[in-house]
């Protein structure tokens, strides 16, 4: 009992906490806008209630309020994450642990991770420390090629991650969907379709499915309830993230776009994309790709590159950074860093500075729905806000503040308190498990 | 390390194969020579009918698939003008590095004579040795990773010292390009995965291209034997309802495999045991001991059974939870091998944080940073820049040089290789890697590569990339990668 009380006494403390958007002005910055365009020094970022109002160079600091004088330092718009499982995991291999994956679910297009958000999660402490302030999170397919409903999130200290629920539908039409359709893509396309055709054919009834009215009619394919999931993804008010690598998946995902023509498509992974980039130009789909593949780890993937980004962006596609296939998504920034680079070898494209920081921001923001209100310091976007001690894109870097919807937020975790904890090993006095 | 024109393998031209068969021949008696006799083992009363033959399969002494690597022709070769990090510590800035038939000849400062160096213009640019990778798979786990490639871990029963790496490693695997284009590896240590508490014998290589294993062997590197604990073996086998299904299983599985090996080592003819064997070796300090393991109470027990035993742990690989236990480490001379940054995809790594090697270092005690990635292999210096920059955050100064250590000697110290490779110092091996920026830095690639002094990847040469088997004809064959 005592636990209970001390528990919800602790949940309280944080949300009082957090509650308030400050007004806030950050002057002396090195305004990176996060648009693409390169960073701009003596910059000034205006902040009121939990909104950009104004940033640039030209910003007059309004004098009544809170200044922050950046010192110089990097200032940039929140990173947005996308692909993510960020809050629905604790630990990876701990299953009872880790909501990512539902593959004992009689649902999949239903899956919705809204509720299944934990925004006390270490990980998402762990990286908004790391200058994270929105992410795409989803279930990632497990029992069928469709993975379910993704939310966007704020990774802010208050009880509330949802910025947007049911934000995307996922759906993985490779080699991981071919598996999972039964084990051949011949199977996975007609599955797709049979499935977008069911959501077709609920079209008209409304209303959230009743167990009652499911009948075996109803269930040729899917549950009634993951058809009536699939109604706004049909209909193209949902976003379709579209899990493909090899360059004839992207071509079998742009012929099934044809056929469903108000898909709302975006590609994720595309490892081969630079291989169709005019055609991924030409149907105008997104994509979010995985910057640093270079092997040929499966046979839908033997084009791999590290150029794949640049080339497919200097085709005329949007392009942002996938988050899911790095080791986390707090190397959003060094994976965007190693495209700088990459644009010195003879052979390669990278991406210049400011389009590499504009692929971990304002493209996957865009490409999540909120272009213009997230991933950048625009007049009318959310207040995410993150000081730099060095150049963000840099592997030394790290946040000095981040401010989510105008809030300055904590950014201590486990992490940073084990490393208190053990900055030396004496226990001359008394044992470590005293030192807190 | 054999002295043969380096270029002798070339210079014969089409069809001359008797003089190539020689030469390979050659070389593997000179390996050959630095292990055993060579002799070969058919017992020598045999006169030539059956009856009298008596059969003996060569002894480990003698050293079954000896290496046939043999360094590719280079050209004496100055590189002036470059900030170098020695591998050793120490940064010389605009200094000169000279290697030549195959060595080190000297890094020092701009009063070094290039006389007789074909001069590289590195100024701007950054020298260190050749990157050391002490934890890879590639090879054993090669890509594609398709299951017929899964070739890491012979798991199907708790302990396997029987097993060799080598036997595994596919020498076609796209990895090694990776690693040396995007890496700038030059020796890594390919180790059996960690499923099984003793996953058997780890090889190391060089990284160049061949068609054969032992055409990558380093010669002369000890063996290593992988041994792991915590939560993979007792999950593996608990879930298959065998020992060990808990912590205290593993211990036990683990004491009585070694009792037995004293045993066996302490038998005058003993039958041969080929799993015995390397635990012998072990015990007799020839194979290092490369122990996965992430909790620092495990490491402390690990510690305790190893001088149960009578054996030394040379590097606890993965260890995420060193920093609680740097003074022990020290104390007791071994290595952490381990990430920079990852954390929390399984229970034990739970405690994991970026401050490791730093707080490590602070204790005196031994840092290594490793991959166990295809991916990482390719961004060993990034991972070493971050690791440095979050000890420098909280305090803990680390010099450019010592985080440069911890990729290169380091490592070539707990593989055992470190008189011959690892720094920059005259008479080792010239594995060099000329970096277009500071490798520590997100922004900076490897421009050049050599391995014992020849040139094998150079960015400003497209073809002079490794492309390996798999890669021909298929997507993207010879891209920047």
């Known amino acids: 009992m005592k636990c209970?009380?001390?528990?919800?006494?602790s949940a309280l403390a944080l949300s009082t906490t957090s509650a308030m958007a400050q007004d806030i002005v950050i002057t002396n910055a090195t305004v990176v806008t996060g648009d693409g365009s390169e960073p701009v020094k003596g910059g000034t970022i205006v902040v009121r209630s939990g909104q950009i109002v104004a940033a640039g160079a030209d910003v007059t600091a309004p004098a009544d309020i809170r200044t922050v004088d950046a010192g110089g330092a990097w200032v940039t718009p929140g990173i947005f994450a996308s692909v993510t499982t960020l809050g629905i995991w604790d630990v990876g291999a701990v299953s009872e642990s880790n909501d990512s994956r539902a593959g004992g679910s009689p649902f999949s297009a239903a899956l919705d991770v809204e509720l299944a958000v934990n925004p006390n999660n270490q990980h998402v402490m762990i990286h908004r420390a790391a200058g994270i302030t929105r992410a795409a999170t989803a279930t990632m397919p497990s029992g069928s090629i469709?993975?379910?409903?993704?939310?966007?999130?704020?990774?802010d200290a208050d009880g509330n991650p949802i910025t947007k629920a049911r934000?995307?539908?996922?759906?993985?039409?490779?080699?991981?969907?071919?598996?999972?359709?039964?084990?051949?893509?011949?199977?996975?396309?007609?599955?797709?379709?049979?499935?977008?055709?069911?959501?077709?054919?609920l079209a008209g009834k409304t209303g959230t499915p009743q167990t009652t009215e499911i009948t075996k009619d109803d269930e040729v394919m899917l549950s009634r309830f993951d058809a009536e999931a699939l109604k706004p993804?049909?209909?193209?008010?949902?976003?379709?993230?579209?899990?493909?690598?090899?360059?004839?998946?992207?071509?079998?995902?742009?012929?099934?776009?044809?056929?469903?023509?108000?898909?709302?498509?975006?590609?994720?992974?595309?490892?081969?994309?630079?291989m169709v980039a005019s055609e991924i130009a030409a149907a105008g789909l997104p994509v979010l790709a995985d910057p640093l593949d270079a092997l040929p780890y499966g046979f839908d993937q033997l084009g791999s590159t590290q150029s794949n980004i640049g080339r497919m962006k200097a085709a005329g596609v949007q392009v942002g950074i996938n988050a899911a296939g790095m080791e986390n998504p707090r190397r959003l920034a060094q994976q965007a860093g190693n495209l700088v680079g990459l644009a010195k070898l003879p052979g390669a494209t990278g991406l210049s500075w400011g389009e590499a920081f504009a692929s971990i921001s304002s493209i996957p923001a865009e490409i999540a729905g909120m272009g213009g209100k997230a991933g950048v310091l625009k007049s009318g976007a959310v207040g995410d806000v993150v000081i730099w001690d060095g150049d963000p894109l840099e592997?030394?870097?790290?946040?000095?503040?981040?401010?989510?919807g105008g809030v300055e937020q904590p950014l201590g975790n486990h992490q940073t308190r084990l490393r208190e904890r053990y900055r030396d090993l004496d226990e001359s006095t008394l044992p470590k498990a005293y030192d807190w | 390390m054999i002295n043969l024109p380096p270029d002798a393998g070339h210079q014969q031209g089409n069809g001359n194969v008797r003089n190539k068969v020689w030469i390979v021949a050659a070389s593997a008696l000179a390996l050959g020579a630095c292990a055993a006799t060579g002799t070969a083992s058919a017992a020598k009363d045999d006169r030539g009918k059956s009856k009298a033959t008596r059969f003996a399969a060569k002894t480990e002494a003698e050293g079954p698939f000896p290496s046939t690597y043999r360094p590719y022709p280079g050209v004496p070769t100055a590189l002036v003008g470059a900030t170098v990090f020695d591998g050793a510590g120490n940064r010389i800035d605009n200094g000169v590095v000279l290697l030549r038939e195959g060595k080190i000849v000297a890094a020092g400062d701009s009063e070094l004579s290039t006389d007789?160096?074909?001069v590289i213009d590195a100024s701007g640019k950054f020298v260190t040795p050749g990157i050391i990778d002490i934890h890879s798979h590639l090879g054993d786990y090669p890509t594609p990773s398709v299951q017929a490639h899964s070739d890491g871990n012979e798991a199907t029963a708790p302990t396997t010292p029987d097993v060799w790496a080598e036997h595994s490693v596919w020498p076609q695997d796209p990895g090694f390009s990776r690693a040396m284009a995007n890496g700038g590896i030059t020796s890594l240590q390919i180790l059996?995965?960690?499923?099984?508490?003793?996953?058997?014998?780890?090889?190391?290589?060089?990284?160049?291209?061949a068609r054969t294993v032992q055409g990558m062997k380093f010669p002369g590197a000890p063996y290593g034997f992988k041994m792991a604990c915590g939560e993979n073996p007792k999950r593996v086998y608990g879930g298959r309802g065998r020992k060990p299904s808990t912590r205290m299983g593993n211990f036990a599985v683990n004491r009585q495999t070694w009792y037995d090996a004293i045993n066996y080592a302490n038998e005058k003819n003993p039958k041969r045991d080929l799993g015995k064997e390397t635990l012998k070796g072990v015990l007799e300090g020839e194979i290092l001991v490369h122990n996965h393991c992430y909790r620092a109470d495990e490491m402390a027990l690990v510690m305790d059974m190893a001088k149960e035993i009578g054996y030394k742990v040379t590097a606890f690989h993965h260890a995420v939870e060193s920093y609680k236990i740097g003074d022990l480490l020290r104390e007791n001379g071994v290595c952490s091998a381990i990430w920079a940054d990852w954390y929390g995809f399984k229970m034990e790594a739970y405690d994991g944080i970026m401050?490791?090697?730093?707080?490590?270092?602070?204790?005196?005690a031994c840092v290594v940073i490793h991959s166990d990635s295809a991916n990482d292999i390719q961004r060993l210096n990034q991972e070493a820049s971050k690791a440095q920059a979050a000890g420098a955050r909280m305090g803990i100064e680390i010099s450019d040089g010592t985080a440069i250590q911890w990729i290169t000697l380091n490592a070539a110290k707990a593989m055992g290789i470190d008189d011959m490779t690892g720094s920059l110092e005259a008479g080792k091996m010239a594995d060099i890697v000329l970096w277009n920026g500071d490798p520590l830095s997100v922004y900076s690639r490897p421009e050049k590569v050599w391995i014992d002094g020849a040139l094998m990847y150079d960015a400003m040469d497209r073809k002079r990339r490794p492309v390996s088997d798999f890669e021909l004809g298929q997507p993207g064959e010879g891209d920047v990668k």
């Open chain 1, 4 to 9: 209970l009380l001390t528990l919800a006494a």
């Open chain 1, 146 to 155: 469709f993975a379910g409903q993704g939310a966007i999130i704020d990774l």
């Open chain 1, 167 to 201: 934000a995307f539908q996922m759906v993985d039409l490779g080699q991981g969907g071919a598996a999972r359709a039964g084990g051949s893509r011949a199977s996975t396309y007609t599955l797709f379709r049979a499935a977008l055709r069911e959501a077709q054919a």
């Open chain 1, 233 to 274: 993804v049909v209909a193209g008010n949902q976003k379709l993230y579209v899990s493909v690598e090899r360059a004839q998946d992207i071509r079998a995902a742009i012929a099934l776009g044809k056929e469903f023509p108000k898909l709302d498509m975006v590609l994720v992974g595309a490892s081969e994309g630079w």
């Open chain 1, 395 to 404: 592997v030394t870097s790290v946040p000095t503040k981040v401010y989510i």
């Open chain 2, 116 to 118: 007789g160096y074909t």
């Open chain 2, 192 to 209: 059996p995965g960690s499923a099984n508490l003793m996953g058997g014998r780890s090889v190391t290589l060089k990284n160049v291209p």
């Open chain 2, 355 to 364: 401050e490791n090697a730093a707080l490590l270092q602070q204790a005196g």
